[in-house]
């Protein structure tokens, strides 16, 4: 009797586990129903004792459930079909900024002796971030000063002796008109205003060149302040007080800017004909986890072949691509951050 139970299961589908587990129950209450086994052995099984038609129905509901597993796997198809249908072209890319991140570098050599920005704060543009030890850049400011002042004191001096040489020729002119006065005097006079011109012309020069130097001995003191250039969040602090910088020792802080954030995407040569601006694509994370994929539309592409830089090293050598530029059609969230990898798909 055993012998027929292959040919009954082989009649009923089956399509997963749950299935299989189905038609294991079913073979084991048919071989009880038909007193094949022992009777013993009968009565040592749990199930023995079960009616049969509860045996019929727990059957049957195992049955019903692998057929609806299986019509859930088909439905998805369908779909997964229904978006490849709709893929155009494919690409990897890397989130991005405008210019990407900011690093800034000590302007000049010195010791910093105040950090007011930590990792993580968000900062505004000119916020000091940074000051180094600028004492004798101050006292090269007071002497600037000092000699601006004397510069500006010595130009108005220069100014009332013109006014008083020309007062004087006029009176003498006057007085030469009428025969009291030698036009010897007169040209004299003459002369002393033109000198007192040129000295004139003199103090004016060094109050430029003064106020010149004040400007650089002030342009000096701000260069031992290290501020913010845009609004920005603080990614990466390098110093704190005591440490000795100069221009060539790399970056003191490491800013991400507070601009929207895109795709920069590397389409290959063989895609190009499929894709054009403004033509819709699904951001999709290259980690894995599950993250559900984004919205975006392509801004630009790029005018240049060239190598890639994302994939395999293998790949990235034959591969001639094509820079292209994608924007959100919404924000993305907190967790897509800038230089996180993702895929492309180029829709229809």
């Given amino acids: ?35 094949d086994d022992h009777p013993a052995e009968r009565r040592d099984a749990s199930i023995a004792g079960l009616p049969r038609c509860f045996s019929w129905v727990l059957f049957a509901s195992l049955l019903l459930g692998s057929t609806v597993s299986c019509s859930r796997h088909t439905l998805g198809g369908d779909q997964s079909s229904a978006h490849a249908s709709t893929l155009v072209a494919m690409a990897r890319g890397r989130i991005d900024v405008e210019g990407g991140l900011v690093k800034l570098s000590a302007p000049r050599d010195g010791t910093v002796v105040e950090v007011t920005a930590m990792e993580g704060q968000h900062v505004r543009q000119g916020q000091l971030l940074a000051a180094l030890d600028a004492e004798s850049a101050r006292l090269k400011v007071r002497m600037a000063e000092l000699g ?14 013109v006014t008083v040489a020309a007062r004087h020729l006029v009176r003498l002119t ?20 033109l000198q007192e011109r040129g000295e004139l012309e003199r ?63 590397e389409l290959q040569e063989s895609y190009l004909a499929a894709v054009r601006e403004g033509q819709a694509a699904d951001i999709m994370d290259e980690s894995g986890q599950g993250v559900p994929a984004l919205r975006a539309h392509v801004r630009r592409l790029g005018a240049v072949l060239g190598p890639g830089t994302l994939g395999e090293p293998a790949t990235r050598a034959r591969a001639r691509i094509v820079e292209c530029v994608l924007v959100f059609d919404q924000p993305p969230p907190p967790t897509w951050r800038v230089g996180q990898r993702v895929r492309v798909h180029f829709r229809r």
């Fill in 174 to 193: 006057q007085a030469a008109a009428v025969g009291a006065e030698d036009a010897r005097h007169v040209d004299e006079a003459q002369e002393r205003v």
């Fill in 203 to 265: 103090a004016k020069a060094a109050v430029t060149q003064a106020a010149q130097a004040l400007a650089a001995a002030r342009h000096d003191l701000a260069q031992h302040r290290l501020s913010a250039p845009v609004d920005a969040v603080v990614i990466r602090r390098r110093i704190q007080p005591g440490t000795t910088v100069s221009a060539h020792s790399g970056p003191a802080f490491v800013l991400l800017p507070n601009t929207e954030p895109f795709v920069r995407a």
């Fill in 1 to 35: 009797m055993d012998a027929l139970i292959p040919a009954r299961l082989g009649a009923i589908p089956s399509r997963d586990s749950r299935s299989a587990v189905a038609l294991g129950w079913y073979g084991l209450f048919l071989r009880n129903d038909r007193g």
């Fill in 148 to 161: 601006h002042r004397r510069a500006t004191m010595q130009q108005r001096h220069s100014q009332q002796r």
